[in-house]
């Protein structure tokens, strides 16, 4: 009964590939987010949808393109992979934007 | 925009000594605060959390107390455990863009037997 699950857990993949990252949550929330750790630890945000509109968009690179098909779905699709994308991504959900953020076990993403 | 400052690490302490690792901030308004903390190649969990000035968080023998006169948010443990080695991050929600939590750059911490 995980609440935020992501998919995979890792991925290894080699430049200039795409891939996906799925994210699922069963809190019943209605905001989902996509926060991107890099080599130091070092967090940011990169999106956020409410009911799935996109609220929050970062400077991030066009090659990141998120996707929520409903409220307790949050996809994260890369273009074209370099190696500055390797990197932890871990998606969150909470219930607005003024609660309590709850955060996945996290996709470790190595790029070659 | 908000910011947080956290304590540099590594933090390294042999088991049942006290543990404080600073945090301040900077917002708009009166923002909740939290703890979230990382262990060994897992994911962020929510450690604790204080919603209002003066209010404490507490879990798992951890405790901050969100302090609005000093902006600071400092975590404390009495007696560490070997299982408390872990990345601790204070963060703190900007609710001018979109609720994204803002986080300090992370304290490892490690303890010894």
Sequence with gaps: DTAVSQTPKYLVTQMGNDKSIKCEQNLGHDTMYWYKQDSKKFLKIMFSYNNKELIINETVPNRFSPKSPDKAHLNLHINSLELGDSAVYFC???????KTQYFGPGTRLLVL | GNS????EGPVTLSEE???????????TGYPSLFWYVQYPGEGLQLLLKATKADDKGSNKGFEATYRKETTSFHLEKGSVQVSDSAVYFCALPDYNQGGKLIFGQGTELSVKP
């Design chain 2, 17 to 27: 000594a006290f543990l404080t690792i600073n945090c301040t901030y900077t917002a």
């Design chain 2, 4 to 7: 947080v400052t956290q304590m």
């Design chain 1, 92 to 98: 969150a959900s909470s219930q607005g934007g003024k």
